[in-house]
């Protein structure tokens, strides 16, 4: 059996030269970790696997400029790019060069149509100050919805960052319905990294837009989300997608939810199929995981800059002049003169949940695992903070039990859409999959306790009432990675998976077309990104070594859940996991800072 040391080891030998051989390796490492590329100043020496004079080398990086496979310069091409004190493969320098020079390319088009929506928004005031008109106490607060949504009429790359419930889908659906009012044959594409995250970015944004105009409920309910991998045209056993640079997607409007879940790799082939004219909207949560594979690049871009929620004073100016009530209005404290930052005003944080209160239950929990709070998190492990955030340090099995025995409601449902529906009413989350608390042995053991009390019977693989999650996209039966569905029998008794589709109904697949699926009474935290559940019950392994648990990871799977919250976890691995961030390197923050003006 090839072990991953072996294969990182494997992957240096390639190249002849000893002295490249000890970076090489440590390179594919740090890809393998999530990392797009080798920061030559974090290096250590306790990370490497190697003979002596493989640990004199790596003390001497400055030698890496004179190797022949090494580029200097990002026109040459070698295996290997040397930038600003940064080791990369070719390939993922090249990832990230297109996204920073699509991003930058994209804002720097806006300048010459910045005139014409100015005006177009200044003769639609009234429709949009009526849009966004509020009530009570948020009159109270800047109205960081409108901010938003002026910008993303007036720029073509945006990015909304915010926690659940801060309104990110509401200040969407508000900029369509206006610019769907500026132009009625707006081409508009919906899209997300999983099916799963699609069809509730779908659900939630035609949820938002419903209104009085007939017409433009039409519009909405014409929306069809998809993967990005559909999006940009998938073809199957290629790297390769049909959009690209010299086939460019034809929309006016792209907007991607769940974008911390893209990879590097995706991340630049959707920038390379992005047109001149087309407007970008990316959305998610910067606090969220980022993705499986290489690259943190929405967390990168949301962290480029020192502040966000900084405006110029001309598009303060324009912003405040939609608000009639001044405590609602962007302050002194939020503008400044353009900083020449390629992001500037082109990242914003929408601030407040209408969802989660900040000084209790989950949004206080979430708030707290964020900053470190330790004396608010000391309050939640010791169950002292109120009802709807409950932390077991013992495993507690009855607490365990009382939870699962949730999945009976789906389980006696006979209707198959509505059992469905139930059974996404609650979820076992697992930080790790191996273990007495990974995802494996928690699967098994929520079987073999539902069985116990005869709700259902493990007699074959694909069994009565079984929950599966399609673990990689099949465009031929149209599921897709993350989708959700149950093992029922039709009405002749022949067994058969059940998905719900786009219209609320369920559609049959006989299992054995369906090859990439788990049983799913328990997910990974990674997976249930896109998701949200009534109930949670998060289950963290018992040791606080381990490196995956970190305050995203926890962040992240509290914020799964509406209304409850069950974490299952020792005090010292919660205050571990509180203090430790994810950090993967990368050089879009230093480059971006090399193209300012």
Not at 33 to 58: F, M, P, R, T
Not at 541 to 568: F, G, K
Request: hydrophobic share 40%; charged share 25%.
């Amino acid at each position: 059996m090839v072990t991953l040391k072996d294969v990182h080891q494997q992957f240096a030998s390639y190249f002849p030269s000893r002295y490249l051989q000890p970076y090489a390796y440590m390179l594919s490492k740090r890809l393998s970790e999530g990392h797009i590329c080798l920061l030559l100043s974090a290096l250590k020496e306790e990370d490497a696997l190697l003979s002596d004079d493989w640990l004199a080398y790596l003390n001497q990086p400055d030698q890496l400029s004179k190797e022949v496979l090494v580029a200097m310069k990002p026109s040459e091409r070698q295996p290997f790019v040397l930038l600003n004190n940064r080791l990369y493969l070719h390939r993922y320098f090249q990832y990230e060069t297109i996204i920073l020079n699509k991003i930058v390319a994209s804002i720097q088009a806006e300048q010459e149509l910045l005139p014409q929506r100015i005006a177009d928004l200044a003769a639609h005031r009234a429709y949009i100050q009526d849009l966004f008109r509020k009530k009570g106490a948020e009159d109270q607060r800047t109205d960081w919805q409108l901010a938003a949504a002026l910008s993303l009429v007036l720029q073509n790359f945006t990015i909304i960052t915010g926690g659940p419930g801060t309104g990110k889908t509401t200040t969407v659906a508000k900029v369509l319905s206006i610019l769907f009012t500026l132009n009625d044959s707006l081409k508009v594409a919906l899209a997300a990294p999983t099916g799963k995250a699609a069809a509730r970015m779908g659900e939630s944004l035609k949820k938002a837009s419903s209104s009085d105009d007939q017409e433009m409920n039409k519009r909405f309910q014409a929306l069809e989300p998809s993967t990005l991998h559909r999006l940009l045209g998938y073809i199957p056993d290629s790297p390769f997608f049909k959009h690209n640079h010299d086939n460019t997607l034809n929309y006016d409007v792209i907007i991607v939810d769940e974008s911390s879940m893209i990879d590097v790799a995706l991340f630049a082939k959707l920038m390379d199929a992005i047109g001149k004219g087309t407007r970008l909207i990316l959305l998610g949560d910067k606090n969220q995981l980022a993705s499986v594979e290489a690259g943190s690049l929405f967390g990168d871009l949301c962290l480029a800059q020192e502040k966000l929620n900084v405006f110029s004073t001309g598009q303060a100016e324009l912003i405040n002049s939609f608000i009639s009530d001044s405590a609602a209005q962007i302050s002194l404290m939020h503008q400044s003169g353009d900083s020449g930052h390629p992001l500037f005003q082109h990242v914003i944080e929408l601030m407040f949940s209408h969802r989660f209160k900040d000084d209790s239950g989950i949004g206080h929990f979430s708030k707290a695992i964020l900053g470190n709070d330790r004396p608010v998190i000391h309050k939640f492990v010791t169950n002292k903070a109120g009802e709807l955030v409950y932390v077991d340090t013992t495993y507690s099995d009855p607490l365990f039990q009382s939870f699962v025995q949730g999945y009976e409601e789906y389980i006696n449902e006979k209707d198959k859409v509505e059992a469905l529906r139930k059974f996404n009413n609650l979820r076992v989350l697992c930080a790790v999959r191996e273990g007495v608390h990974g995802l494996a042995a928690i699967n098994s053991k929520i079987e073999k306790y539902l069985e116990d009390k005869r709700l259902i019977k493990v007699d074959r693989e694909f069994y009565d009432n079984r929950p599966i999650i399609v673990t990689s996209n099949n465009y031929n039966l149209g599921l897709f990675n993350g989708d959700i569905g149950l093992i029922r029998p039709d009405d002749s008794g022949v067994l058969y998976a059940w998905f719900e589709n786009k219209d609320g109904e369920v559609k049959a697949f006989s299992p054995g077309f369906i090859k990439n699926c788990e049983t799913v009474f328990a997910m990974t935290i990674h997976k249930s990104q896109g998701s949200e559940f009534n109930q949670v019950l998060v289950i963290l392994p018992d040791d606080s070594n381990n490196s995956i648990l970190t305050r995203e990871l926890l962040y992240t799977a509290v914020t799964r859940a509406r209304n409850y919250v069950l974490l299952q976890g020792s005090e010292e691995v919660i205050d571990e996991a509180c203090s430790r961030m994810v950090e993967r390197a990368s050089g879009i923050v230093e480059r971006l800072k090399h193209t300012e003006n």
